[in-house]
């Protein structure tokens, strides 16, 4: 509840969050060259991650061929470090290019990494329309943080 009943954020959360250099605080788990892992503030499931460029950009066409390759590399590597924490039996991939699309933040690109399991879609979100989500963010972070400092590398 720390979380939802936070202000909505006016600035860019992709573009403030990695220059507080407070990785712990913000729950960014990996920095590249180009961009950066940072956990999902509102995860539909445990692990959700998000991928994005430290360049505020909004269209994937616009991204240089090297901020596109590292952020795809890094979504890979993500994937990895996933599989090695928490062991979800498979994930969503992707990202929303556009409001209608289902972008929250349709400025600043992101993928999402969704991790999944058997089983995790109940009743919950039709009947009472709310997720269950069953450990804090502060939790996961601490759980996947060494995994992903050992396949990408350290954030700072």
């Excluded at 950009?57 to 061929?65: A, M, Q």
Aim: charged share 20%; with cysteine.
């Amino acid at each position: 509840m720390e979380y939802i009943d936070q202000p909505a954020e006016k600035a860019c959360f992709l573009c403030e969050y990695p220059k507080l250099n407070n990785d712990d605080e913000t729950f960014i788990l990996a920095r590249s060259r180009h961009c950066f892992v940072i956990i999902n503030k509102y995860p539909y499931t445990n692990g959700h991650v998000l991928v994005a460029p430290f360049r505020h950009e909004g269209d994937p066409l616009k991204l240089t061929i090297e901020e596109y390759q590292d952020l795809t590399e890094t979504v890979r590597k993500s994937v990895s470090a996933l599989r090695n924490a928490i062991g979800p039996h498979g994930f969503n991939v992707g990202f929303n290019l556009g409001r209608v699309a289902g972008a929250g933040l349709e400025e600043h690109l992101h993928f999402h990494i969704v991790p999944r399991w058997n089983g995790d879609n109940n009743m919950m979100p039709v009947i009472g329309a709310v997720r269950v989500i069953s450990e804090g963010l502060a939790a996961t972070y601490k759980k996947l943080s060494p995994h992903f400092k050992q396949i990408i590398g350290s954030t700072r």
